[in-house]
């Protein structure tokens, strides 16, 4: 099998854990001195280097293990996580200058320092990279690669971000990456005086224990957990195209956070929109990773998904297609690596989230459709609206809709995540948007769209004053506003 290995990665010990962390703590304070404009370019020169390097990137992915579309989507993500257009905005929130009289006024966000990053498992590379944009905003950073997916990030960061990093000056020890166990890598981040914030990616479990932790030991945690994201179908909606961003919900066989995870579609429309569903789910078939084309990923821990499917019959829904294991040929077995690709149908928006699979997030290639009880509209809308509002998970919403009053009315109200996609894909990233962030069980108590040249600093104000007088500075001051 000495041919089947395609890179070997060595596991740290708890010196070099604590070695990365005290190297990133020298450096921060020299890092952070460096101008913005300098730190931004950071981005611009890796952003060349990522589209030189984009397709044997794409390579390493799926040596890695994941399929094709799977690979150049991430990719793709990473690309727009480094656009001129959402790094510039982003960094425009870090500076802003004011005259006052005989002031100089500064709104500005400085760094919080050392910003530790336990990536997920599911897409690595992809959370890496987009974790050292916190350099940006001036911070150290080190990252844990994890043990089941390393070469992606260490690709990602050696051939792209270090050169970066180098043709600016950046010191040494502004960016560290090691491959570890997490558990013993997190209470070394959490025990340690140096680390300033810790970015975790992972299940919604340990994530809110660590936000306690952080908290209690005077650490800011940033929280990309798990997403149960609701995509709203209208009767007037353009049913192929919303089908065709349905079936995103099986990229990597639906082990990705940020996918669709539910649908609640108009009752009119309904039969039509679940049979195009069927439709596309049953011509998925698993692959090579590869393979053009290539969407599935094998499931590992299967038990659960089946459990799912058991309780939505046991309530009432109706299994449309799918709820099979197969063989990479697409075979049906009863022990094949892949799930075939499922949609249910759950009749009655009233209780559907008693159905598993419907209030939380499944993280398997399985789609629930929601089909509400007829009845007027305006009134259907606004329960719908609740629904969405009310999802305990906030990742990303979308709707597909024609009518102009429905889609205003929508977005106005929908506060509930940390994106929101009209008439679009809903996994398509777009610059200015976040591609990760969100709400309730999705970012924690602190959580928001996740900008991370934002999320690791802090703001502050400054004055700069020439010729005042302090005591008539505080009596002017209450003249001019009275």
């Known amino acids: 099998m000495a041919d089947k290995v395609v ?64 690979a150049e989507w991430q990719v793709a993500g990473m690309l727009e996580g480094a656009s001129e257009e959402t790094v510039g905005w982003c960094a425009e929130q870090l500076h802003r200058e004011f005259r006052h009289g005989p002031r100089r006024l500064l709104v500005r966000r400085m760094p919080d320092g050392v910003v530790c990053v336990n990536p997920p498992q599911n897409a690595p ?39 970066a990093l180098a043709e600016v000056g950046a010191p040494p020890g502004v960016l560290n990456v090691f491959c570890a166990r997490p558990a013993p890598v997190l209470q070394s981040w959490l025990d340690s005086p140096l680390v300033n914030d ?37 009767r007037d909606a353009d049913l192929d195209l919303a089908a065709e961003a349905l079936t995103e919900c099986f990229y ?23 049979e195009r569903l069927r439709a596309a789910a049953a011509a998925l078939r698993p692959g090579y990773p590869e393979d053009e084309g290539a969407l599935l990923s094998p499931v590992l821990r299967s038990e659960r998904f089946f459990a799912y499917i058991r309780d939505a019959v ?12 197969l063989e990479v040929d697409g075979s049906v077995s009863d022990t094949g690596p892949f799930l075939e690709p499922t949609v249910i149908r759950v009749n009655g928006l009233d209780g559907c989230r008693d159905v598993q699979a419907v209030g939380e997030e499944t993280f398997f290639p ?61 996994i398509g990233f777009v610059p200015y948007l976040p591609s990760h962030g969100g709400t309730g069980l999705t970012g924690g108590v602190f959580g928001e769209a996740n900008y991370l040249m934002l999320r ?7 004055s700069i004053a020439h010729g005042v007088r302090p005591r008539s500075a505080v009596f002017d001051a209450y003249d001019a506003r009275t």
Request: proline content about 5%.
């Open 7 to 70: 890179g070997r990665c060595a596991l740290a010990d708890a010196e070099t854990v604590e070695a990365a962390v005290r190297a990133a703590a020298a450096a921060a304070p020299i890092w952070a001195a460096f101008p913005l404009e300098e730190r931004v370019r950071v981005a611009g020169i890796l952003r060349e280097r990522l589209k030189r390097h984009s397709g044997e990137l794409v390579e390493v992915l799926i040596a890695e293990g994941n399929p094709r579309a799977l």
């Open 125 to 163: 590379a992809a959370s890496a990279l987009f974790a050292t944009t916190a350099l940006l905003a001036g911070n150290a950073v080190v990252i844990r690669a994890p043990q089941s997916g390393p070469l992606g990030v260490m690709y990602v960061l050696r051939e792209l971000v270090v050169p």
């Open 198 to 234: 810790i970015f975790y990616t992972g299940g919604v479990e340990r994530g809110l224990e660590l936000e306690a932790e952080c908290v209690a030991k005077g650490k800011k945690p940033i929280l990309e957990l798990a997403g149960n994201d609701c995509v709203v179908v209208w």
């Open 456 to 462: 690791t600093s802090h703001l502050q104000g400054v």
């Open 366 to 426: 399985l789609l629930p459709v929601v089909v509400p009880e007829p009845q007027a509209d305006d009134a259907l809308l606004a329960r719908i609206i609740d629904h969405v509002n009310t999802n305990r998970y906030g990742l990303r919403n979308s709707l597909w809709a024609s009518s102009s009053s429905v889609v205003d009315e929508f977005v106005r109200r929908v506060g509930n995540g940390g994106l929101l996609k009209v008439n679009d894909s809903h």
């Open 252 to 274: 990597g066989s639906g082990q990705i956070c940020m996918l669709p995870n539910q649908v609640v579609v108009h009752p009119e429309v309904a039969d039509a929109l679940i």
């Open 314 to 325: 046991a309530r009432g829904a109706t299994v449309v297609h799918g709820a099979r294991r």
